[in-house]
């Protein structure tokens, strides 16, 4: 099992950054991959970016490509999703997720972020 927890989200206007953290623990958590998906209210889930823990090899969605970077701290066992330049429509629930793709496994209770105009 692995368990995930996700923190950090909020309530930012358009232009600033918000930086979420997933705290990762449980057995060999450090065989998946990690990613960040996101749900906003009356869409699908979407994928977000991605990273591997064992090379630290990222992924990202076009949408979020340039303003978005995962990263991961092997110490702390916590994977990090910076948003700069947020913008209204990154308005949604963000979940934290471990799998090896395509199947994510493990899923966070996930984080508001809210991104007011």
């Known amino acids: 099992q692995v368990q995930l927890v996700e923190s950090g989200g909020g309530l930012v206007q358009a232009g600033v950054s918000l930086r979420l953290s997933c705290a990762a623990s449980g057995r060999s958590f450090t065989m998946y991959r990690m990613g960040w998906f996101r749900q906003a209210p009356g869409k699908e889930r979407e994928f977000v970016a991605a990273?591997?823990?064992?090379?630290?090899?990222?992924y990202y969605a076009d949408s979020v490509k340039g303003r978005f970077t995962i990263s991961r701290d092997n110490a702390k066992n916590t994977v990090y999703l910076q948003m700069n330049s947020l913008k209204p429509e990154d308005t949604a629930i963000y979940y934290c997720?471990?799998?090896?793709?395509?199947?994510?496994?493990?899923w966070g209770q996930g984080t508001q972020v809210t991104v007011s105009s």
């Open positions: 997720a471990a799998g090896r793709p395509p199947q994510y496994d493990y």
């Open positions: 990273i591997s823990w064992s090379l630290g090899r990222t």
